[in-house]
């Protein structure tokens, strides 16, 4: 965990708009990935969620060059993994 | 003991002041963060303008645009807190507040057209109270006044017991696993109380239980005698604190607490 959450947040907190924002961004990410949008049109539809999952990076991922999907099974066991490389210069 | 009693008009002041307050706060907490509504940002309008075909359509981009882009939005967002402080505040009973709170539910809408993203159900509280509200000042009578405090009642009902039965079906809640889980990430967590979880197992269970007895049991409120259904409003009392504080889950204490007096007039009113 990051820094611990001020003592005033609990009566205005300015961060979890954020914070929720990125599992909103992964969830739809993944939920897009899970359909099975092929590549290409996954590409080029999804162009602009390069430059969200980019935000995303930029905003909270440690590495800025990729971000790592887990797909784990029901019971939250890991399955495999996924590196995505998020720079729009990168083809996913 | 002698409750107090509630009258209509009351309930009513209450519960939309309460929840006027719960907007002004969601809507004052997006501006020191501003920068994620930037283009450039996790809540983008240039990015999510693009995410809807009808938002592309001739005429209608440009509106949204206007009334949406950065740092337009600002704007939007200074308006939407402005009007709900005021009826929050103001002297004029709510019931006499048509006109901001038609411009507050446009606001709200538009607002919640630019992204999804970052929004919770604290924000889907608000927004379904601000709708029943139009609604109920548009016919303006005392009998579309109760039915938007039978509304509100019925929706504190739902939504408690609707996150309840969605938690008892995982296994992982009903052992208490989840609670540690859910306080060791960055978003919700606490570091402190996930160490003290994550070594008491009884703990999490107990822990765990309790939410979903309070949570499951909520709908009993409808059938209890008053005095035996304040332990409920207790116990929601007592859990949206606690997830403010632990949590940062501060908007939920508003506008949950909001629905209250409406659902404490309306167990009030069946006499038992």
């Known amino acids: 965990m990051g820094s611990p959450r001020p003592l005033w947040a609990f009566a205005f907190n300015v961060n979890k708009r954020a914070t929720k924002g990125l599992i909103d961004v992964v969830g739809e990410f993944c939920r897009h990935l899970a359909e099975g949008v092929p590549r290409l049109e996954f590409s080029i539809a999804y162009l602009t969620f390069l430059n969200r999952i980019s935000n995303l990076q930029r905003l909270a991922m440690p590495d800025r060059t990729q971000f790592m999907l887990l797909r784990t099974d029901h019971d939250g066991h890991r399955k495999d993994e996924t590196v995505l490389y998020v720079s729009p210069f990168h083809d996913l | 003991m002698t409750l107090p009693h509630l009258t209509s008009e009351l309930a009513f002041e209450l519960t939309v002041r309460i929840s006027m307050f719960s907007i002004l706060l969601a809507s004052t907490e997006y501006l020191p963060q501003r920068d994620q509504l930037r283009d450039d940002g996790l809540m983008s309008w240039d990015v999510n303008s693009a995410r809807q075909r009808w938002y592309l359509a001739p005429g209608v981009e440009q509106a949204l645009s206007a009334v949406l882009r950065y740092p ?201």
């Open chain 2, 72 to 272: 337009n939005v600002l704007i939007l967002l200074l308006a939407r807190a402005t009007l709900a402080g005021w009826v929050a505040f103001s002297p004029i009973p709510s019931s006499q507040q048509v006109v901001p709170v038609f411009i507050l539910t446009a606001l709200g809408a538009s607002f919640s057209l630019r992204s999804a993203y970052g929004q919770d159900g604290a924000d889907q509280m608000s927004w379904l109270f601000s709708v029943a509200l139009s609604a109920t000042l548009l016919v303006g009578t005392p009998g579309a006044r109760l039915v938007f405090l039978l509304f509100m009642a019925a929706q504190a009902v739902l939504s408690y017991s609707a996150a309840g039965y969605a938690k008892l079906v995982a296994p992982k809640w009903r052992d208490g696993s989840y609670l540690p889980a859910i306080f060791r990430i960055e978003a919700y967590g606490h570091r402190g109380i996930a160490e003290a979880l994550s070594k008491n197992p009884r703990l999490c269970k107990a822990a765990a239980s309790g939410l979903l007895a309070w949570e499951c049991g909520f709908p009993l409120v409808v059938v209890l005698p008053l005095p035996m259904a304040l332990p409920f409003f207790l116990g929601g009392f007592v859990f949206h604190v606690a997830a403010a504080f632990t949590m940062g889950l501060n908007c939920f204490f508003w506008s949950f607490v909001a629905t209250y007096p409406a659902l404490y007039f309306v167990l009030q009113s069946r006499g038992f």
